[in-house]
């Protein structure tokens, strides 16, 4: 079995400010993990990927994300927050388990403040 | 390249009512999935196929059917529409760990 805690439903920041979301995930294989993104009124696009040839994965956008085993975690971070960055933000996890099927997290809405 | 192709874009049905959301893709993906998504909810599994003639239930399958009868194609039926499948759904095709590739969506409402 496969699940994903994204904590925080919403998140705010300032224009400048860091921004971090966060992503715990459980699986009994070895994951692989993906963070989307979701523009206003748009489909889903990915972010960026893990799949274990490197615990700190860079995306598009100034985007990046870790993968902690020992606290079954990808966080996704970004320096400084663009008000274009506001957006609905997914974590996903599959495995070989899951059938590769991808499980998504409820998602989190990144508000950027000028 | 045309990658995932959903139709259609949106759809009104009345309750009872059914109808056929179409999925194809032309990137000879073996695994093909459909989402519904819900203000709050995330994305959902609904149904996935992981070849050609497989198909298995994800999380939310009541009120759905799927068939796989070749690579490409992957419709979602809709048996007896009702209030509560009023939703954004979304097709997505993928080869094995690889991301997915997500159609544009089909925004559906049930009155």
Redesign the interface.
């Known amino acids: 079995a496969q699940s994903v805690t ?1 904590l925080g ?1 919403h998140v705010s920041v300032s224009e400048g400010a860091l921004v971090l979301l966060r992503c715990n995930y459980s699986s009994s294989v070895p994951p ?1 993990l ?1 963070w ?1 993104v979701q523009y206003p009124n748009q ?4 972010l960026l ?1 893990y ?1 274990s040839a490197a615990t700190l994965v860079k995306g598009i956008n100034g985007f990046e994300a870790e993968f902690k085993k020992s606290e079954t975690s990808f966080h996704l971070t970004k320096p400084s927050a663009h008000m274009s960055d506001a957006a609905e933000y ?1 974590c ?1 996890v ?1 495995s ?1 388990g899951g ?9 989190t809405s990144l508000i950027v403040h000028p | 390249n045309a990658g995932v192709t959903q139709t259609p874009k949106f759809q009104v049905l009345k309750t009872g009512q059914s109808m056929t959301l179409q999925c194809a893709q032309d990137m000879n993906h073996e ?1 093909m ?1 459909w ?1 519904r998504q819900d203000p ?6 609904i149904h ?1 196929s ?1 070849g050609a003639g497989i198909t ?1 239930q ?1 999380e939310v399958p009541n009120g759905y059917n799927v068939s796989r009868s070749t690579t490409e194609d992957f419709p979602l039926r809709l048996l007896s529409a009702a209030p509560s499948q009023t939703s954004v759904y ?1 097709c997505a095709s ?1 080869s ?2 690889s ?2 590739h ?4 089909t925004r559906l409402t049930v009155t």
């Open positions: 994204q439903s692989y993906f989307y489909g889903l696009q990915l990927k799949t997914f996903a599959s070989s059938s590769y099927i991808p499980t998504f997290g409820r998602g | 695994y999935s989402y709050g909810m995330g994305l959902r599994l996935y992981v298995d994800g979304f993928s094995d760990s991301p997915l997500f159609g544009n969506g």
